[in-house]
């Protein structure tokens, strides 16, 4: 399988915005138009779409900010028609070299309900380690030491 992560662009808009998640996830993600309004209101963000064979099956967005010195993976998402077949596990990863390689040295964050258990497992098996924070919704916060700085 060839995996891909494309930026989103007008080119495969719509495409993106067909990408959903089961409705028990609806709660814990918002939906890709939800994020890519957010992405144009704060331009630290950059969304992507992540790719499997040329078919869109997931998508994430991410940024640093440089007042908090954060970088992180604020949205991944598998469409419902993909999950259950490892996606979550492969784009993650794909996700987490990108984000090294752009960001070289830089503990990754990201936030997460603590009621999402599936989410909870995937990232705990990637290395992220709960800290004593939450964000400005409630969801715990996580971080993944990448590098000695």
């Known amino acids: 399988m060839e995996i891909d992560i494309h930026d989103v662009s007008k080119n495969n808009l719509q495409e993106i915005l067909q990408l959903h998640v089961a409705a028990s996830q609806e709660n814990f993600v918002e939906s890709t138009r939800q ?3 957010e992405a144009r209101e704060c331009t630290q963000y950059k969304p992507v ?3 499997a064979d040329g078919e869109p099956v997931g998508f994430s967005m991410y940024g640093y900010f440089p007042r908090e010195q954060r970088l992180w993976l604020d949205r991944f998402l598998i469409d419902e028609h993909f999950q259950g077949k490892g996606m979550g596990t492969i784009f993650l990863q794909a996700m987490l070299d990108t984000l090294k390689k752009e ?3 830089q503990a990754i964050y990201l936030s997460v309900y603590e009621n999402n258990l ?3 497992y ?5 290395g992220f380690k709960f800290i004593d924070e939450r964000d400005i919704n409630g969801e715990k916060i996580m971080k993944l030491e990448t590098a000695m700085r």
């Open 118 to 120: 599936p989410a909870i």
């Open 35 to 37: 994020c890519l309004e």
């Open 122 to 126: 995937l990232y705990e098996k990637f």
């Open 49 to 51: 779409g992540l790719y």
């Open 103 to 105: 960001y070289p040295a």
